[in-house]
């Protein structure tokens, strides 16, 4: 599955990139495929692998916050394989054929 | 903290309410204080009760189609206690207040 | 169509009810069928009326916040009349019936 | 602003990248900054501007699927020039400092 979150602390001020960037270092340390933008971090894997990674983001952005706010989107699509690259490359050529 | 989650079987017909009703049952068995709107079901308690209840939600979903979308809010505040009530009073106070 | 949304001041302190109260009374005065629980608005309309109720509500949060969050989930179901309550109440016949 | 918006037609079966492929070309020859990746479709601009793509967008998905379900996040913060870029480098500068 790939599962697109995003970490929000409040209570702190409206600049929170220090902060996001802490749990950005985790994802990257995990060996999951990931990719950061500007709203989302995406990452695949397995349920329990990714839901455990979101876990200790969240916990790592709630030392230094009074309050989180977390919004997860999940594609659950058993047998998709690099997901995060098809996905994409499937619209790209689409948009190609037309 | 508390979890709005909706989950989207999808390739299975527009008409979810079966579905979905499947994983409202496993919510209720939970114990864990909850309430299912017309958009989201909320569920109130700690990060690994309420993670595991989404899991075996999404597994029982996941059984009848071949994709399942699953969107997940958390508001993560330690110390709140009831907040599925609180928070809505809050608003309320305001309210009547002005 | 019907739309969950949440608005979320940041740079207030953890603290929002105020704020949300703010957004909700035009919520309410906007004649829209509508729904507040502990984590989203729903409301019940056409897109123009309902988007820019919503662009309303962030206005008038951004009057306090130097940044606001906002999440927004939408039914699109053309044809669907009082979806707010006859949602909820497919998926209670169904566990009804079980 | 930017919105991360997700666009999924449902009662069509689980292969969406054609429908979806149809909203992309609608944001690329929007003229606005954006990015799309495996999750989200990324958009920078004004309020107006960027709902009223959305919509289009929505509109045309609906041409093909009985039901289309949207999930917005929008980050509303006055100020900010070329945020799709900025929020990103943000956080890979204090990755790098540590």
Do not use: Q, Y
Request: hydrophobic content about 40%; charged content about 30%; proline content about 5%.
């Amino acid at each position: 599955m790939i599962a697109a979150f995003s970490i929000s602390p409040s209570g702190i001020g409206p600049s929170v990139s220090r902060s996001v960037a802490d749990a950005v270092r985790l994802v990257r340390e995990s060996g999951l495929p990931n990719e950061t933008n500007a709203m989302f971090t995406n990452v695949e894997g397995e349920w329990d692998e990714v839901m455990d990674l979101i876990k200790r983001c969240v916990d790592e952005v709630a030392k230094s916050a009074p309050r989180v706010g977390v919004v997860i989107k999940i594609d659950h699509k058993p047998g998709v394989v690099d997901g995060l690259h098809t996905k994409v490359e499937a619209v790209e050529r689409h948009l190609a054929e037309d």
